[in-house]
């Protein structure tokens, strides 16, 4: 279609040039000729002048009574003398038409006698007769002596030098603007290529693009329009491509995500159903035989006891998990230390059922500002991820101190045991992440991690996992708040 375009503009500026150029040829023709009519006509009214005051100074030296029959008796001495005057041929005639003399009768035979006619009727009259570069006009006036017409006067004048200079001149303006017009032409024909080559190469990298091809790039260096347009064309395909890479990751992550939360759905469903028919399954056969059987009756209140523990302790983490997006407690300054060793006593009976220990060191004065239930959690999480997930009867190591250069408190939860792959431990912050089963605790759907995550980033601070040479530590970092600070 661009081919079209560049052959739309080369007939337009043809056929413009074209008209223009034969409209342009036309008008100086006319003008030309009007010019030379105008001054051959001045010429004739100059002959006229010149032959009427030698004929009135002829017959007022002579005084005839005839005036007719003087103006044939001097027509051949009137007609040299004004041959030689006005270096025209002349023909003299009666006021009938018929010719008394003439200087060059061949100059006047086979030629149009409108003008003589018109003369005869007392009427001033020339005829101009072309022959190519040459020019020629008969002239034709009555003779009139104290208001008697006594005959007619006709020249014949040769104008062929004024149209050879006029042709000349219409030849010279005829090839200058044909060379300007050729020239324009060429001009607007390159021009009209200037800017239909780039918009081919514009359709074409278009044509690209539409079939997919993302990396096609158009190398127009030019500081007009067109250039501008292909600069901007190159930056709309590198946006358009960086925004197909951008939904392409989020597609990958969306189906990940979807994924995940298919296998967090499975989880809970099956770590529910389990504690849920073990619980029913006890307590029906309780209630069949009450305490007959006195060992079964106490195992059985025993196991409902710990699954409805464990069912509490899930429900809390999905509960925490929909809070995410809940208002959140106004904070207030928290002693972090603390209440890291309040959560350490707690935990403490806890991790000796499991034969393994806590080994705190926590500076005085670690002062953050937030929600002391939700550090609590914090805290309780990490440690019970550490109990739960370190070797038999190890040692978890805790420590907490202040990073002055940083401005933060921060945390480090360490255990031995089965380290984590470093994408496991760069994924186990995430939502519904449930890592890999084999270490994984029974009746854990995953979120403990994710709740942890989400409670250092609401208090706006860092959180990651070191894992490895048998040895997995959690590094947590919040925003120091000095106590003056909190009594503000």
Not at 118 to 130: D, H, M, P
Not at 277 to 283: K, N, P, Q, R, V
């Amino acid at each position: 279609m661009l081919r079209t375009i560049r052959a739309k503009f080369a007939v337009g500026f043809l056929l413009i040039f074209c008209l223009s150029f034969l409209l342009l040829n036309v008008t100086l023709k006319a003008y030309i000729r009007s010019s030379n009519r105008t001054i051959i006509t001045s010429d004739l009214v100059e002959l006229k002048n010149n032959g009427n005051v030698y004929v009135r100074q002829a017959f007022l030296i002579n005084h005839f009574t005839n005036n007719d029959l003087y103006f044939g008796q001097m027509a051949e001495e009137m007609v040299g003398d004004l041959r030689r005057a006005t270096s025209s041929d002349v023909s003299a005639y009666t006021v009938d038409g018929v010719l008394l003399y003439s200087s060059d009768q061949t100059k006047f035979a086979g030629r149009s006698t409108s003008d003589l006619k018109l003369a005869l009727e007392g009427k001033t009259a020339y005829t101009i007769t072309y022959a190519g570069s040459a020019g020629s006009v008969l002239y034709s006036y009555p003779v009139v002596i104290d208001g008697v017409k006594v005959g007619i006067l006709r020249f014949a004048k040769d104008f062929s030098s004024l149209y050879e200079q006029t042709g000349r001149i219409l030849n010279i303006l005829f090839y200058l603007a044909l060379a300007i017009f050729a020239a324009a032409f060429l001009f607007s024909y390159m021009l009209s290529r200037h800017i239909t080559i780039p918009l081919v190469k514009l359709t074409r990298a278009s044509t690209e693009v539409i079939r997919g091809n993302l990396d096609v790039r158009i190398g127009i260096r030019r500081r007009d329009e067109i250039g501008r347009l292909a600069a901007n064309f190159n930056d709309m395909i590198g946006r358009i491509a960086s925004q197909i890479t951008t939904i392409g990751r989020d597609r990958d992550r969306l189906k990940a995500l979807h994924e995940q939360e298919k296998r967090f759905f499975d989880n809970v469903t099956h770590e529910l159903k389990t504690p849920l028919t073990s619980i029913l399954g006890y307590a029906e056969i309780i209630r069949e035989n009450g305490e007959a059987d006195r060992a079964f009756f106490e195992k059985g209140m025993a196991h409902i006891v710990d699954e409805s523990r464990r069912l509490h302790g899930m429900v809390l983490n999905l509960l925490e998990v929909s809070r995410r997006s809940a208002a959140k407690d106004e904070a207030a300054l928290v002693d972090a230390g603390a209440l890291l060793r309040d959560v350490r006593d707690a935990m403490e009976l806890r991790a000796k059922r499991y034969k393994k220990r806590i080994a705190l060191n926590a500076e005085d004065g670690l002062y953050v500002l937030g929600q002391s239930d939700r550090l609590r959690q914090l805290f309780i999480n990490l440690l019970d991820n550490a109990i739960k997930y370190s070797s038999p009867q190890a040692e978890i190591a805790v420590v907490a101190e202040t990073d002055r250069a940083a401005g933060a408190v921060r945390f480090a939860f360490a255990n031995p045991g089965v380290t984590l792959s470093p994408g496991d431990a760069e994924k186990v912050f995430e939502p519904f992440y449930s890592g890999d089963r084999t270490f994984k605790e029974e009746g854990s759907v995953g979120l403990g991690l994710s709740i942890v995550k989400a409670i250092v980033d609401d208090h706006g601070g860092t959180i990651r996992m070191d894992s490895g040479d048998g040895r997995t530590t959690v590094r947590v970092a919040l925003p120091a708040a000095g106590k003056e600070e909190g009594d503000a």
